[in-house]
């Protein structure tokens, strides 16, 4: 059974940055689209990037120019590189493997005016 693990957030003021990473067990993660949903309190989850298995990727319109995905197959990891993060972007972040349709457990991302 795939297990997604999440870790890089934390609190940072506005403008700053940060990188989250989501590391994958198995053997699947190579094939597989990647992508970082979030979920802020109060709110739906929703789709903030995704990678494809041969790296297209895709951005929602609130975050493009800020914030990059990337993978290493190498590591079974996908980033997610933030900057000039906003309050706003104050949420729950979580990694979704789409092959297995399997989630991380979540890492919360606080940014402070």
């Known amino acids: 059974q795939v297990q997604l693990v999440e870790s890089g957030g934390g609190l940072v003021t506005a403008g700053g940055s940060l990188r989250l990473s989501c590391a994958a067990s198995g053997s699947t993660f190579s094939r597989s689209g990647m992508g970082w949903y979030r979920q802020g309190s109060g709110k739906q989850r929703e789709l903030v990037a995704s990678i494809t298995s041969r790296g297209t990727t895709t951005y929602a319109d609130s975050v493009k120019g800020r914030f990059t995905i990337s993978r290493d197959n190498a590591k079974n990891t996908v980033y997610l590189q933030m900057s000039d993060l906003k309050p706003e972007d104050t949420a729950v972040y979580y990694c979704?493997?789409?092959?297995?349709?399997?989630w991380g457990q979540g890492t919360q991302v606080t940014v402070s005016s």
């Open positions: 979704y493997m789409t092959l297995v349709a399997t």
